[in-house]
């Protein structure tokens, strides 16, 4: 089993920035994706940012340019660094990992239980 644990969050101003992070443990073999997903309060669950064990980022249109996603595939940890966030950024943020307990295996998507990030004056 594997669990992941999110850090950061909270309420922050128009403007501000925030830093989201993320930790998995448990039993794996590899995360081949690591990243964050968001869902506002009446919305369905979003990509925010998402980035492969060799690099490659993901972000969601409404994101580019303000958030970094980044990776420490030797810790098994995800950040976030959200900058200039806006009122409509505000909702629950969740860590998703896709891993691989054994190498022949196929990915299991994991999820943190969520932090909420709210963006108001």
């Known amino acids: 089993q594997v669990q992941l644990v999110e850090s950061g969050g909270g309420l922050v101003q128009p403007g501000g920035s925030l830093r989201l992070s993320c930790a998995a443990s448990?039993?794996?073999?590899?995360?081949?994706?690591m990243g964050w997903y968001r869902q506002a309060p009446g919305k369905e669950r979003e990509l925010v940012a998402i980035m492969t064990s060799g690099g490659n980022k993901v972000y969601a249109d409404s994101v580019k340019g303000r958030f970094t996603i980044s990776r420490d595939n030797a810790k098994n940890t995800v950040s976030l660094q959200m900058n200039s966030l806006k009122p409509e950024d505000t909702a629950a943020y969740y860590c998703?990992?896709?891993?691989?307990?054994?190498?022949?295996?196929?990915?299991?998507?994991?999820w943190g239980q969520g932090t909420q990030v709210t963006v108001s004056s």
């Open positions: 998703n990992a896709d891993v691989r307990g054994h190498w022949w295996e196929n990915r299991v998507k994991y």
């Open positions: 448990g039993s794996m073999f590899s995360i081949d994706v």
